[in-house]
């Protein structure tokens, strides 16, 4: 059972704006903290709503107002405070010293840190800890989580939309306001300490980080190099529209892009909707049978299918719009990252501005700057997947190739080709790469044809089917322990479905979950199979697990086997992130493997010394796995 994070000791007394406090502190960097809990409730309207917004957009615009900000210190009764009230409020509270918790804290904890130039010591999210702590299977949002616990949930919604394009209130409409947000915090409080004993102490500090580097940001923007990749951006996509000679309407319509096809003698490709079971266009750039008209034999269904994706994949273009307009007049960029974000709990980008695929290189990537006197330090966990699956297995040659330092893309592709293959042969070695790191899921030979010549993961490549199909048999000869793995995990599934306790390594399989390092499980909700007798033997079929509301997946060993790798690799670079912060290091974006801190320039060659060091440490519960890490320090996002 992990250490309760609870504090009930005694406590020097403290008053706070004349309530004194009372209730249980968190215990946390070695500190027993007062925890106040927060909600603002802000003026919106039909243009001015964070449904089209983002929040830097949304706090930062002119029109920005706060109705009010519930609060509630300790377990003292919630109050209400309207703006002549915060001030004073404001004032009163020991910031520094005190946990702010709050359901969607970076809204919050944003809104602190741009109106008030406040900054708690501690930061704690409980829409995060719900993603964390009861996988994602479901909802995450006040309402759900709190009844989910036992309590009564919102029942006061219809104050919010009677203050809509309001920005002065009644006093009838601050007394249902203050309703409506008294009801908020009190959920959130008792949810906090509900689900605080099932989270660890390295996920709480996780946490705190990830809202930080949204709510206290320190990088800038060059927006001139910014406006460059916006005009590369939009040149892509006025030349795609200029080959085609249709309007951009026209593409983006589902309808007219359909009968585009059919003018040019292709049957618009289908699907079943997941949402309504119903037959629907395959146009999504996910949906393989729309990336399969990349290939087609004729070149204008060739150029309709990248115009619609230059019509339709605008992340690129809104990315560096909102770039330029966060970086205008010299205003800091924030990183808003969704923690737990993934089955995996890896996260994900947030907040309509996603840092997390900032191509290597690429003019957006530049563009973000340390700031005077400083610099960005970034180290990247290299191959770390890789390597977590080969300890996983006990693919020991590959280990023993990861130790050495050795290059294992280079030598599979070297066997793959039959001739001497290093980094200079650099297309030969991108398709070992991806064999490498594509194949120890159990992907099919066609499979790995498609993501091959679709350059799904990075290189292009023309494979014949039988080519692909020696290639994944020799990756399998080669990797024989990895193949084995995928059985073993079967095993792990059907475990979970009977309730039976298997241990394997530091994992520990029980029905419907596996516990990871640490304490933090993957959730397999709602496990179902088709069990049959097959002779004497039991068989498991059609094996689905719920993924959302009415969603499910499949489950197979292969499947199984990469979420345990994707999650382990997040379990080290976790704790890696947190090492970093318990030694004061400033994490200003994280973005998959590589982790970024900020640093001033005379502690550059230390602070990367430091973090290699850290990241090259393996952790106690993977005896064995050896890791590396590569990187650099710039005066702006290079490396």
Known sequence: MMPSLRSDAPAPELTIYGQKYTGPRLHINGRDLPVITMDAETAFGKDYTLAKMSYTDYIRDPRMHVHCWSVKIGDNATKVYFPDEIPALFEAIPWADVAVVGHNLVFDGFILHEVYGIHPGFYVDTLSMARAVLGHSGRHNLDTVAKHYGLAGKVKQAALYDIKDKWELSQEEKNALALYATDDVDDTYAIFWKMLDELPETELKLIDITMKMACEPVMYVDVPLAQEALDEELGKKANALSKVGIPADEIMSNQKFAEQLRKLGVEPPMKVSERTGQPAYAFSKGDLEFQALAQHPNPKVK??????????????????????????DGQLLPCFLNYSAAHTHRWSGGNKMNL?????????????????????????????????LAWLADQLDLLEAFA???????????????????????????????????????MGPMKFRDTLMKGQMGVKYEMSEAEALRTVQLYRTVNRRIAALWDRANEWIEAMILGVELKYKCLTIRKGEIELPGGLKLHYHDLKADIRMKGEDIVFDNITYATGINGRAKLY???????????????????????????????????????????????????????????????????????????????????
């Open 356 to 388: 997390q695929n900032l191509g290597r290189g690429s003019k957006l990537r530049l563009s973000i700057l340390a700031g005077a006197g400083h610099v960005l330090c970034v180290a990247d966990s290299s191959n770390i997947e890789a390597r977590v």
């Open 557 to 639: 060993g292969g499947l199984l086997v990469e979420n345990i790798v994707q999650a382990l690799a997040r379990c080290i670079i976790g704790d890696q992130m947190v090492q970093m912060y318990d030694e004061g290091m400033k994490i200003t974006m994280m973005t998959h493997d590589e982790v970024v801190t900020r640093c001033l320039i005379e502690e550059a060659e230390h602070r990367m010394e430091r973090m290699y060091a850290i990241m090259k440490t393996s952790p106690d519960w993977a005896p064995g796995l050896v890791l590396d890490a590569e990187g650099g320090y710039d005066v702006n996002y290079s490396k």
């Open 404 to 442: 050495k330092n050795a290059d294992p893309y280079s030598q599979f592709a070297t066997r793959l080709f039959g001739y001497h293959v290093d980094k200079s042969k650099k297309m030969e070695r991108q398709v070992g790469k991806v064999c490498v790191l594509g194949l120890g899921y159990g």
């Open 303 to 328: 150029d309709l299918y990248f115009a619609r994706l230059a019509v339709k994949s605008t992340i690129g273009e809104t990315r560096a719009g909102r770039f330029i307009e966060v970086g205008k």
